[in-house]
Nanobody, 115 residues
Framework: QVQLLESGGGLVQAGGSLRLSCSAS????????MGWYRQCPGKQRELVARIASITRTNYADSVKGRFTISRDNAKNTVYLQMNSLKPEDTGVYYC?????????WGQGTQVTVSS
């Protein structure tokens, strides 16, 4: 059974920073990529950032230059450093693990950015 444990969400003022973490545990066969998605109020879930390797990352246009994704393969952990946060970044952030057999989702962590 694979579990994804997210942490780091919370309330922050506009311009502030937060760091999200997601650790995967259990029997994982072949991690292809890990990433973060978010669902903002009234919108569909969208990709925020994804990392397949240190040289293979992609970001949503809205977060480029502000967010940085990184990964610790030894710990099966992915991080999302979020700087210069804006109120429109408010939403539930979900961790996703793309494995060779199937994909896994975390339970989500709330990020609220006040203006």
């Amino acid at each position: 059974q694979v579990q994804l444990l997210e942490s780091g969400g919370g309330l922050v003022q506009a311009g502030g920073s937060l760091r999200l973490s997601c650790s995967a545990s259990g029997s994982i066969f072949g991690i292809n990529a890990m990433g973060w998605y978010r669902q903002c109020p009234g919108k569909q879930r969208e990709l925020v950032a994804r990392i397949a390797s240190i040289t293979r990352t992609n970001y949503a246009d809205s977060v480029k230059g502000r967010f940085t994704i990184s990964r610790d393969n030894a710990k099966n952990t992915v991080y999302l450093q979020m700087n210069s946060l804006k109120p429109e970044d408010t939403g539930v952030y979900y961790c996703k693990l793309d494995a060779s057999r199937r994909d896994y989702w975390g339970q989500g962590t709330q990020v609220t950015v006040s203006s």
